[in-house]
């Protein structure tokens, strides 16, 4: 074998090794944002099972809360977790859902429901509104909440199951009033 196809052989293997080595990286990569979205719902169906587990001694429906407060968000795929470390060990109650215990526990709630505040905005107007409407409304007087739109339209949507609001649709646009009470 001649040194120049010694080198050559060589600059295939180094550029095969380089090749390999980039796509490795890149699964490598694919495979941590798959990990990142999986804690994410691993930490949201954990929240929700722990609520389960409170709620499940009432017999009356209507006790039970409309929506989680302050639920992580499970909306993009490329964002990375806040933790990096994954749960190994029995799941443990986030400082959050403590503190939301303790609270229902006495009897209030930390802050509003969900539902009621759209509840509340849905009740200054007389006209049917979007849900994408009052979730701008609601951004803009409670800084503090950020449901997305999802977590918006279901929270009206059960409002509708349950019958405090009503449900207009209109071509492909769906609006939201407030049912009137009646006051006899």
Request: hydrophobic letters at 30%; aromatic letters at 2%; zero cysteines.
């Given at each position: 074998m001649t040194s120049q196809s010694a080198a050559t052989l060589r600059s295939r293997y180094v550029a095969q090794a380089a090749s390999d080595l980039e796509e490795n990286?890149?699964?490598?990569?694919?495979?941590?944002?798959?990990?990142?979205?999986?804690?994410?719902?691993?930490a949201l169906l954990t929240d929700i099972l722990n609520l389960a587990e409170r709620y499940e001694g009432f017999a009356d429906a209507n006790r039970l809360p409309e929506q989680v407060q302050d639920e992580p968000a499970v909306t993009k795929t490329h964002q990375k977790p806040a933790r990096s470390s994954a749960r190994r060990s029995a799941p443990t109650k986030s400082p959050k859902a403590t503190a939301l215990a303790k609270a229902s526990a006495k009897g209030r709630s930390p802050q509003p429901l969900l539902g009621d505040l759209l509840s509340e905005l849905l009740g200054q107007y007389e006209e049917p509104r979007p849900a994408k409407e009052l979730r701008e409304e609601l951004l803009e007087k409670h800084p503090?909440?950020?449901?997305?739109?999802?977590?918006?339209?279901?929270?009206?949507?059960?409002?509708?199951?349950?019958?405090?609001?009503?449900?207009?649709?209109?071509?492909?646009?769906?609006?939201y009033t407030l049912v009137e009470k009646d006051a006899g």
């Amino acid at each position: 074998m001649t040194s120049q196809s010694a080198a050559t052989l060589r600059s295939r293997y180094v550029a095969q090794a380089a090749s390999d080595l980039e796509e490795n990286r890149r699964r490598q990569k694919e495979l941590e944002d798959r990990l990142a979205v999986l804690k994410q719902e691993e930490a949201l169906l954990t929240d929700i099972l722990n609520l389960a587990e409170r709620y499940e001694g009432f017999a009356d429906a209507n006790r039970l809360p409309e929506q989680v407060q302050d639920e992580p968000a499970v909306t993009k795929t490329h964002q990375k977790p806040a933790r990096s470390s994954a749960r190994r060990s029995a799941p443990t109650k986030s400082p959050k859902a403590t503190a939301l215990a303790k609270a229902s526990a006495k009897g209030r709630s930390p802050q509003p429901l969900l539902g009621d505040l759209l509840s509340e905005l849905l009740g200054q107007y007389e006209e049917p509104r979007p849900a994408k409407e009052l979730r701008e409304e609601l951004l803009e007087k409670h800084p503090d909440r950020n449901p997305t739109p999802q977590v918006v339209r279901n929270t009206l949507e059960s409002l509708v199951a349950k019958g405090r609001i009503r449900r207009h649709k209109h071509e492909r646009s769906v609006m939201y009033t407030l049912v009137e009470k009646d006051a006899g």
